[in-house]
């Protein structure tokens, strides 16, 4: 007789059924998900722009690519430790599905208390590298070290739904964040309208609302009767599967460690050009996140399906799953980015009535937007060649194309082509060149042969 548990577990399984119904019902919670988070990012914005200022807002901008980088390596790890978990469960591996949970929940405690310190007192270093104006640098400055502190929250919630989607258990971590992003809410507007506390209280308000996602997270996890169960004294780094996670995880850190440190080398380059249009772009950047949230998204969903199937020896569902992962993506972002196109004064409008700050958002979104289809394909494709383990390829083809061309450009021809226009150009430019990278790589090398 068949083990309850993993009967159970053989429920949320994508290793049978409809591939497109089953890709599109496990990513609308996902999708969900990011966007709440993202939601409660903006309104974090839109609050301390109408209610403390234009600087105000800068500061929390500049400080989002700062922020962005300190956890990237850690979400890289962690994209890793679900890769492991979804091909552990694929093949019904009950030892290997709990001590790779335990090892990486241990994994993201260690890395988030370590964030979070470098994060805090390295804060005016990372600033005052990143060009960030005088008049918003003590303002940015509480900002990000106040925030810094909560930073352990962030990765271990991280980590717990990832481990929570790599079981096929989206909703959870749907609900979760659903929770926090009403509490984010109500604490900014008690802490910044009503007790004037500015940008501290933003911060302080996101890192009470993470805490609390994480702690239900944690204590879901700990209730259930599956394989995946959690138990607190056998939360600790085994040696063997660590060497396994951080091999599998390493390639996608060091990428998003490295992205994120162009993304911030980006931010510094209108930095440059003071702080309306400082502000101007981290309004954007807000806005941003609606578009290519949802696709990272589905990114998520087709590494967790190619994984379990690709556990299960299932090669063909791969293949199909990563082709549908792309048209739903190409489809949303272009009808979301011509939405975004259309109406971004208004969007833009909704953070300040500065006109200078709109002009510089508006500015921003007509040359991001018409080309997150290529985004599409990149996070796509990307997602579907991690889930077999792969993760070496995209980072050296997402490094390339993100971070190497941006680094160069901004390097050689920013300097002596000295406009925001141009700044914000090296983004869709650097797209084209990662997507057809990373097309070429998927559709002509060998990626999806399972290892014997």
Request: aromatic share 10%.
């Amino acid at each position: 007789m068949k083990n309850k548990s993993i009967s159970n577990v053989e429920k949320n399984l994508m290793t049978e059924g409809s591939i497109w119904k089953t890709i599109l019902l496990f990513s609308i919670p996902l999708i969900f998900g990011n966007l709440l988070q993202q939601t409660y990012n903006t309104i974090d914005s839109m609050i301390v722009g109408n209610f403390v200022g234009s600087n105000a807002l800068a500061a929390v901008g500049s400080s989002t690519a700062l922020i962005n980088l300190l956890i990237s390596f850690a979400q890289g790890i962690a994209v890793g430790c679900g890769i492991i978990v979804s091909q552990a469960m694929g093949s019904l591996n009950k030892k290997d599905v709990k001590v790779s949970v335990h090892t990486s929940i241990a994994i993201s405690i260690v890395l988030g208390l370590l964030i979070s310190l470098l994060g805090y007192i390295f804060a005016p270093w990372l600033l005052e590298k990143m060009d960030t104006p005088k008049e918003v640098m003590g303002e940015s400055i509480k900002y990000l070290r106040i925030f810094s502190l909560g930073l352990v929250f962030n990765i271990i919630y991280n980590m717990e739904a990832g481990i929570l989607n790599a079981v096929g258990n989206s909703k959870r971590s749907l609900l979760y964040l659903a929770i926090a992003s009403f509490i984010n809410v109500i604490l900014d507007f008690l802490f910044i309208k009503s007790f004037g506390m500015g940008v501290r209280g933003a911060a302080i308000a996101t890192n009470i609302s993470q805490g609390i996602s994480a702690l239900l997270a944690l204590l879901f996890l700990m209730r259930v009767k599956e394989i995946y169960k959690v138990r607190l004294l056998k939360i600790k780094i085994h040696k063997d599967m660590a060497v396994r996670i951080i091999k599998v995880g390493i390639p996608t850190a060091i990428q998003n460690t490295v992205i994120s440190i162009s993304n911030a080398i980006m931010q510094s380059s209108v930095n440059i050009f003071g702080p309306l249009p400082m502000a101007g772009f981290g309004a954007f950047m807000k806005v941003d996140g609606f578009n290519i949230l949802p696709v990272l998204s589905l990114s998520m969903a087709i590494t967790t399906f190619a994984g379990q199937n690709y556990g299960a020896g299932k090669i063909d569902r791969v293949k199909k799953g990563m082709l549908t992962t792309l048209i739903m993506s190409i489809v949303y972002t272009i009808i979301t980015g011509s939405l975004l196109y259309k109406f971004a004064p208004n969007t833009i409008g909704l953070f300040t009535k500065e006109t200078k700050v709109i002009e510089a958002g508006v500015l921003a979104t007509r040359f991001f937007c018409p080309f997150y289809f290529l985004l599409a394909i990149m996070h796509s494709l990307a997602g579907s060649v991690r889930a077999t383990g792969k993760t070496v390829p995209p980072m050296i083809i997402l490094l390339l194309s993100l971070c190497l061309f941006r680094m160069l450009a901004v390097k050689f021809f920013i300097p002596y082509h000295n406009t925001i226009e141009n700044v914000y150009m090296l983004y869709p430019i650097s797209w084209v060149i990662g997507a057809v990278l990373m097309v070429s790589y998927t559709f002509k090398a060998n990626w999806i042969k399972k290892d014997k």
